[in-house]
């Protein structure tokens, strides 16, 4: 098997063009890092009391929103779903943000300690322990419970940190980072939604852009120079991500905890437009991003569209 090497790589594209340096890439990271990075703990103000008028999420990206079982909630149930919806998705985000440091050790376990690529790798698993505990301080300011993923899930996960190959490690990344960063991105700057939250959601959002970048880079070069099989068994493993990401995206003991029927509330989501839409909408970007550089393929596609969050 022919080895490519940084020099080959110069002159290798993919449909978004020539391949980047990765150390250059890396590089420019490190220094927005240097300028662009927070400490949750000094920047947020964890003493200021819940604001009982404001929101934890906006209601438009709240799952049951424009169903006839919302349209029959009092607003003060309304807004109690969007703060128990808040903490199961930081819930889900802490689930993602530890499998995604585990990935990431593995993939500069084999390379070289001083090169900026790892150091880069190194400052991201410092964001996202943050990010971790920032996530989990949000969860008990809002009095809510913390929401676990599935014990199936859980465990399935273990197996994924295992056998993941490079490619589907960047790819399951992006799937965890891209579609709540676009709701984050509606969050921080929406005056209903309580300061916490939207300062939580604004530190993550500008943070996550370079995590994003990092695993965009390598994915795009690892679809270009892996093996064909390791290629197939990305398409197939992001495709499998994805329907397990879109089940396990809000916890359906939140309509318990809020004083629904649960089995109602989950056939009004499965069946919702607005839902739909707001899931495909987020999805977007990445998905657009995946079939451009080859990875929305064959039987992974079938498994992206079956999510729902591929139209």
Not at 81 to 92: G, I, M, N, Y
Not at 207 to 222: D, G, S, T
Not at 234 to 260: D, H, M, W
Not at 296 to 308: A, H, I, N
Request: one cysteine or more.
């Amino acid at each position: 098997m022919t080895t490519v090497t940084e020099r080959d790589l110069r002159l290798l594209r993919d449909a978004l063009g020539p391949l980047r340096d990765r150390e250059q890439v890396a590089e420019r990271l490190l220094e927005s890092s240097a300028k662009h990075s927070f400490d949750p703990d000094k920047e947020l103000d964890w003493d200021s009391p819940v604001e009982d008028d404001k929101w934890f999420w906006p209601p438009e990206l709240v799952s049951l929103y424009d169903t006839p079982l919302w349209r029959k909630m009092s607003e003060d149930q309304r807004m109690d779903l969007a703060r128990h919806e808040a903490a199961s998705l930081a819930s889900l985000g802490i689930w993602f943000e530890i499998i995604l440091m585990q990935l990431l050790v593995r993939h500069i376990y084999d390379k070289s300690v001083t090169s900026n690529h790892v150091r880069y790798a190194l400052t991201e698993i410092a964001d996202e322990c943050r990010h971790s505990m920032m996530f989990a301080r949000m969860i008990q300011k809002g009095g809510a419970p913390a929401y676990p993923v599935p014990r199936v899930y859980h465990n399935l996960a273990r197996v994924l940190k295992t056998v993941s190959t490079t490619p589907g490690s960047f790819a399951a990344t992006l799937l965890g980072e891209e579609i709540l960063d676009w709701m984050q991105r509606l969050t921080f700057p929406d005056e209903r939604v309580q300061t916490l939250v939207r300062g939580v959601t604004r530190i993550h959002v500008v943070e996550e852009a370079r995590h994003v970048r990092y695993a965009r880079e390598e994915l795009r070069r690892q679809m270009v120079t892996a093996p064909r099989w390791e290629q197939e068994f990305t398409r197939l493993s992001c495709g499998e991500a994805a329907k397990v990401f879109s089940v396990c995206f809000i916890n359906p003991q939140v309509y318990t905890n809020v004083g629904l029927d649960r089995r109602e509330a989950v056939a009004q989501v499965k069946t919702s437009g607005h839902r739909r839409e707001v899931m495909q909408s987020g999805a977007k970007r990445l998905t657009d991003f995946l079939d451009d550089i080859g990875v929305l393929r064959g039987p992974g596609r079938r498994l992206w569209k079956s999510s729902g969050l591929l139209a």
